[in-house]
């Protein structure tokens, strides 16, 4: 059961998760709580709403099928197929539990639409989901049952219709990026999601009183900080996959630049949800963002001279950002603060970069 899900559920979720980056970045980034809420009226109290709903489902797991048929027909899982072996009863409920970890998201939905049920007192007319998900639940498994029952165990790619007319751009920046979505996207999705979130529930408390920049700096650094799992990701990039890269004539000034606009990308949604609420004016937006990349910048060069795995880096991130905060709240100023990180970062980087390369 943890071969299937990890080879087919968790495979759609890392080779969509730009989509799922993309529609995360809609549905929370531009839409507010109060239109949120006004879909889940819609679906409840129109005549049709339920059907749209289940419209929209049906939508979401036809893409999983087709996920699904097109994976299972590639050499490398011919395995699959011996899932025949289980007994029926066992295969069944299994390809039921795969389809629940396929049908996530709308399982999320469906209990967000209930508690708003509940509080309109609109339970009477929630139960249409429940159908909605029985029966999406078994598509899933009638097309996996099918699936194995007729495999197809010589497959050759045909020729795409359709070439996309540019080459791919040749910078270290785009690579880097591509990366991160082809291979490490359920880390990039979740690292976005809890960072996004942070940032939305402190912009909206800044929004209920009159506060100094500290509150936002404070909770927008720490949602900067959420991303040390992309940063560490993409330190493993550098050093671990893309090996040859270090023996290429570059300076390391250059280096520094590459990283330091990495970064600058990786935490652009963040920065754009701070001026999509519109309290804050520019130049605190920029403050802020140049504190998000001083912090994650000297994570990053941390990582040079400790390296490590990820879990050994909590507890410098947790003391740095109680410090950070501290700093934050004697009144010193943000934009100090931040150039004098990124200073700092660069600074260490030559000291420790080098030091890196030598001792090769």
């Known amino acids: 059961m943890k ?33 949120h809420y006004a879909f889940v009226l819609f679906f409840l109290t129109d005549r049709f709403g339920m059907l749209y709903l289940g419209g929209i489902w049906l939508l979401y797991t036809l893409l999983c099928l087709h996920f699904v048929k097109n994976l299972w027909i590639q050499p490398e899982y011919n395995f699959i197929y011996n899932t025949r ?19 996530q998201p709308i399982l999320y939905y469906g209990i967000y ?17 429940f159908l909605w998900y029985i029966l999406f639940s078994l598509l899933l498994v009638v097309s996996s049952e099918w699936r194995i029952r007729n495999p197809v165990l010589y497959h050759s790619k045909n020729k795409t219709t359709f070439n996309w007319p540019f ?26 999601a809890g960072a996004i979130g942070v940032s939305m529930c402190t912009l909206i408390y800044y929004n209920t009183d009159h506060y100094d920049l500290r509150l936002p700096a404070v909770g927008l650094s720490l949602s900067y900080l959420l991303n040390v799992g992309i940063s560490f990701e993409l330190f493993q990039w550098e050093n671990e996959v893309w090996l040859w890269s270090r023996s290429l004539p570059f300076s390391v000034a250059t280096r520094f630049k590459r990283i330091f606009l ?37 994570f990053q060069v941390y990582l040079y001279k400790r390296g490590g795995i ?51």
């Not at 309290?279 to 994650?296: D, H, K, P």
């Open 3 to 35: 071969v299937l899900m990890i080879s087919t559920v968790q495979a759609f979720f890392r080779q969509r998760s730009g989509m799922f980056f993309v529609l995360m970045g809609l549905l929370f980034g531009f839409l507010s709580g109060r239109e």
């Open 85 to 103: 072996l289980w007994p029926a009863s066992k295969r069944v409920l299994r390809f039921g539990l795969m389809a629940l970890g396929f049908l």
């Open 113 to 129: 639409m209930f508690s708003i049920a509940r509080q309109d007192k609109l339970s009477g007319r929630i139960w249409p989901i």
């Open 167 to 192: 080459p791919r751009p040749v910078s270290w920046i785009y690579w880097s990026v591509e990366w991160l979505f082809r291979e490490r996207g359920i880390t990039l999705l979740a690292c976005k």
């Open 262 to 298: 990495t970064h600058a990308i990786v935490i652009l949604p963040e920065t754009l949800i701070a001026a999509k609420y519109q309290i804050l004016s520019f130049f605190e937006i920029m403050q802020l963002y140049g504190l998000g990349l001083a912090v994650l910048m000297l």
């Open 310 to 360: 990820l879990e050994d880096m909590l507890k410098p991130v947790l003391i740095g950002f109680v410090m950070l905060t501290l700093l934050i709240l004697y009144k010193i100023p943000v934009w100090g603060l931040a150039g004098a990180g990124l200073l700092s970062s660069y600074y260490l980087y030559r000291k420790w970069y080098g030091k890196n390369e030598s001792s090769m």
